[in-house]
Each structure stands twice: as C-alpha cells, then as structure tokens.
C-alpha cells in the first residue's frame, strides 16, 4: 500500500463547489470494504483518498457546522475553522466477524495548507462516516477511481490574499498557510507551515523575492503573489 501521507504536487481542475456533492449507486453484490485512509498535499489542494477493496461505494460530502458520531449523536471536536463531512455507502470497514478491514495509521498532516484533523466518525449499518478539520470553507471536489478502487476528496487552498491585501510579519490564518506551502515548493526547503507569519516565512518570502527581481520586503502583495503564481504554474 502507498504512504499514508504523500507529495502529490498536482494543481487543482476541475468544477469545484462549496455546496453538497454526492452520487449514489444502484445496490450491487459485492461488498465493499474500506482497506486505507491516505492524504496528500498538492499545489494548490489538500487529498484525502479512501482505497477499497470491492466495488466503488456512492458518497456525500459536504460542510457541516460539526462533525457527529454515527450511533451515539456525540459531537466530535476536530481542530480548523470549518468541517467537511463525507459519508459513504454502502460500504463497512469490518468484516462480519467483526474484524477491522482499514489497515495503517491515519494521515499525518504535519505541513499541510488545509487539512487540519481527520476523524473517523463510524461504521454503522453500511455507512462509512469521516471528517476532515480544514482551515477555511473552500471549494471542494470529489474523484472516483477503479482498479484499485478510490474515492478522493479535495479541498482547495484558501487564497493567499486578493487585490491589494497584504501579507506580513504578525498575520496568522488559512491564508498564511497557504503562503507558506508555496514557499516550501517554490524554495525546495523547510518552511514551517503553522499559520503564523513569523521571522522564518518573512525571510522566505524574502528569498523568494530576491529569486525573482522583486522588490525585497517579506511582505506579499500583488506582484509578489502574481510571482508565485507563475513560479509553480497555477
């Protein structure tokens, strides 16, 4: 099985929405079981992938004001400022017997523009249930694949700032993440991705300006964002 958390470095396509996306499925005789949860950070979108073994289940994905645990009704805190729920089915994540089907640990998301928490939120009755903690309501997109089957669910990056709206030293946000994991990629080098614009992604973005004949402030406006934009063809 691939890594639990990957470097994809595609760029986002494709219709996306902050509305509600689902597709269902006529029954089938197969069953379907979810085999692993991977993520993976992109150019400018954040990945999580559900692997199946079996037929490819239909699914709902939208955002939610919180995240609720199948059977019980107990809400489940995940850290971020919006909730993406994704429901699938049919689907299990156990075999009769009882035994768990999902092999690996979940993500780390350690250094991702977006996703904040992943959370499984149940396996009940034919219904898989997870959530994903982001760092602001983006647009979204869902993916299925076959052979070996996939479900993909991304969530686009907060813009780094728009018009004439300045980044610097002492912001902190989705925005600023944003910022950060495209110096990482433009830079090829450790840039903490914390949402927090302190002395390390100033220096960076003063990297980054000298890079590219910029003016040389560590602060990000216009022509500093239009620069990156061209740096990591978006």
């Known amino acids: 099985m691939a890594p639990m958390t990957e470097l ?9 929405t902050t509305g509600p996306i689902e597709e269902t499925v006529a029954h089938h005789a197969g069953r379907t079981f979810l085999v692993g949860v991977r993520a993976g950070r992109n150019k400018d979108f954040d990945r999580l992938v559900f692997d199946f073994e079996g037929p490819a289940p239909g699914f709902h994905v939208r955002y939610v004001d919180q995240l609720i645990e199948d059977g019980t009704g107990d809400p489940i805190p995940l850290r971020g400022r919006a909730v993406v729920e994704i429901t699938l089915r049919p689907a299990a994540a156990h075999r009769d017997d009882g035994t768990p089907t999902r092999r690996g640990p979940l993500p780390d998301l350690t250094g991702f523009a977006t996703f904040r928490q992943i959370a499984d939120a149940g396996d009940f009755e034919g219904v898989l249930t997870w959530g994903i903690g982001v760092a602001a309501e983006t647009g979204l997109r869902v993916t299925t694949f076959s052979d070996p089957t996939r479900v993909a669910v991304d969530v686009v990056h907060a813009e780094p700032g728009t018009g004439n709206q300045l980044l610097r030293r002492g912001d902190r946000g989705a925005a600023v993440a944003t910022w950060q994991w495209r110096l990482v990629q433009a830079l090829d080098r450790q ?19 000298s890079a590219h004949g910029l003016a040389v402030d560590g602060v990000v406006g216009p022509r500093t964002r239009a620069a990156m934009v061209r740096a990591l063809g978006l």
Do not use: K, N
């Open 191 to 209: 840039v903490d991705v914390d949402e927090v614009f302190g002395p390390m992604t100033e220096q960076a973005t003063r990297d980054f300006q």
């Open 8 to 16: 994809l470095g595609q760029a986002i396509s494709g219709t996306l």
